[in-house]
């Protein structure tokens, strides 16, 4: 069984603070194969680096912008993201583990007005582009 995890919840210190957000995986089955990713430090945003935030734009547009600079990361997030399923759907992936409120990971996440105003909650962008990309594999949020 192969299981894509946040890798923050795994302990690695990917967070943009540089923090982990260690999670204990023992319900998953043992002998598991676990592949571990973070959309934010493999697009090249480093660690640490500037907290992101979910967007509103128009109706129904949802962009990824830094919290203080505004700066743009849809597009770099987007591309890595969908290059990550590429390699998924080629090598497998039974089942996905991630962490919840994160403009990348969560599933519900918060959602802002381009004054940072909080608006609602959307997907983050890879787990919407999980839930398009893979929606037959199982999916927790935690
Ligand atoms: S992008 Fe996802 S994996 Fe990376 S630190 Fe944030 S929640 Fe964890």
Redesign the pocket.
Known sequence: MRVL?????LG?K???DGR??KYDISFLPAGAEII??????EAGLGIPREPIELVLQGDDCIRVLGRESRKEFTEVLEMCCLKKIRELRKEGVDYIV?????????TETPLHDYEGNEIGVAQ?I?ARIIAEELPDVPCKTV
């Not at 995890?5 to 919840?9: N, P, T, Y």
């Open positions: 995890i946040s890798s923050c919840l690695m990917t967070r943009y982990d957000k571990p990713f973070c959309p934010e430090v991630l962490k919840s409120r994160s403009p990348s990971c969560g983050g890879w």
